[in-house]
């Protein structure tokens, strides 16, 4: 019999509050937001007086029995919401204590995400036909595309507000996950990926994957949108923002989440089609934050593709159905190999064909995707 393991995983709804409901969402994220605030103020204020840096329960402590008693709004709101506020500093101050990020920042009214995240118990948390229940909030409106399965555990919903204005519940579950066995690794049903900025990839068998270049696509409408929110009250430093500048943002707002969401749902489309298809898809390890750098002039080719997003959709799709994903270094010499004799050929960046003395004439995005293949197999054989 197979082993069952615990695994989370997260069901992502929309909310259509009323308008005392998102009242209720307005005031938690504001007061998350300020017990955010105030404890990162205590721990910088404890760092210079030289004193101890309080724990994540010493921290939880200091919420609910000082600040709530000073501040009678925070019990207003969902005691849950509070803590978790609480834990997302004291987990931001691990982060950069491991050296994995910066040091946490002050959370500001306007441009930080507006979030909470509350826990489950004693069913103070449902989901029903087209509504979700939620703590101090009640029965909200909500689109249940989707249901958990009969043996999974509702364990929180974290309820954020996007730029544009709309309400989403992530509800995360718990469930027991049976091992999926694994495909052979001697499996010949392979495929190796190159990056190409001008489209997405050229894979191992000379097929290139075209996506959209939504962001240029949707250019001269957002442009004539931010022209617009210029001229109005608040564009400028310093200025009051008018309630005409909030909505002409709102409309740009828009703009910038429908690219996001055209190119989200093309990355999955075509991320499922590979994984469907290939037992072990061999990848180069690139960092896409580098490589959209502005000297090399393709930055925004590179960030409107999204080929890192499509790499770690890749990952787990491939993960969950017991196939390999495989990364090759980012230093490995793929475009100077050729692939039938093994000569070593330096290019520029404008050489896109590749020729050796051996005979071979090929595109040097192929050539590089077989190189890809060839070196990721290699090292799944070595694991």
């Known amino acids: 019999m197979s082993k069952a393991n615990k695994s989370n995983k997260a069901i992502k709804y929309r909310l259509y509050p009323n308008d005392e409901q998102k009242v209720m969402f307005a005031k938690t994220f504001g007061c998350c937001r300020f017990v955010y605030n105030q404890l990162l103020a205590l721990q910088k204020q404890r760092y210079k007086d030289g004193k101890s840096h309080l724990s994540k329960l010493k921290s939880n402590e200091f919420a609910t029995r000082t600040l709530k008693k000073d501040y009678d709004f925070l019990k207003e709101i969902d005691k849950f919401a509070v803590s978790n506020a609480v834990f997302h500093l ?129 250019h001269k409408k957002l442009a004539k949108e931010q022209r617009r929110l210029l001229r109005k009250a608040g564009s400028k430093k310093n200025e009051t923002k008018s309630s005409n500048y909030f909505k002409q943002m709102r409309k740009v707002n828009r703009i910038y989440r429908k690219i ?66 495989v990364k090759v270094d980012k230093w490995y010499p793929s475009s100077q190999i050729c692939h039938c004799c093994g000569s070593v050929k330096k290019l520029d960046l404008k050489d896109r064909v590749y020729t050796c003395d051996c005979g071979y004439t090929g595109d040097r995005d192929h050539n590089a995707a077989i190189n890809i293949l060839t070196e990721g197999l290699r090292i799944l054989q070595s694991l």
């Not at 004693?122 to 229940?133: D, M, T």
């Not at 718990?174 to 894979?203: F, H, R, W």
Request: with cysteine; aromatic share 12%; hydrophobic share 30%.
């Open 90 to 218: 004291a987990d931001a101050y691990d982060r950069f204590f491991k050296k994995q990020n910066h040091f946490p920042k002050f959370k500001s009214k306007r441009k930080s995400k507006k979030s909470y995240t509350t826990n489950f118990t004693n069913n103070n948390i449902l989901i029903g036909k087209n509504v979700i229940k939620l703590p101090k909030v009640g029965m909200v409106k909500a689109v249940i595309h989707k249901l958990p399965k009969d043996d999974w555990k509702l364990k929180s919903v974290t309820v954020s507000q996007d730029s544009v204005g709309n309400y989403f519940a992530s509800v995360l579950f718990e469930y027991e996950q049976e091992d999926i066995p694994s495909v052979s690794k001697s499996s010949t049903n392979a495929i190796g990926l190159d990056y190409k900025s001008d489209g997405l990839y050229m894979d191992s068998n000379g097929n290139k994957a075209g996506v959209h270049k939504y962001y240029r696509e949707s």
């Open 260 to 325: 996001a969401n055209q190119r989200l749902d093309s990355l999955h489309k075509k991320s499922t089609e590979i994984a469907n298809q290939y037992d072990i898809v061999c990848v180069e390890d690139l960092d896409m934050k580098a490589i959209g750098n502005k000297g090399f002039g393709n930055g925004k080719a590179t960030f409107d593709n999204g080929y890192g997003m499509f790499l770690n959709m890749l990952e787990y799709k491939l993960k969950e159905r017991g196939k390999y994903f």
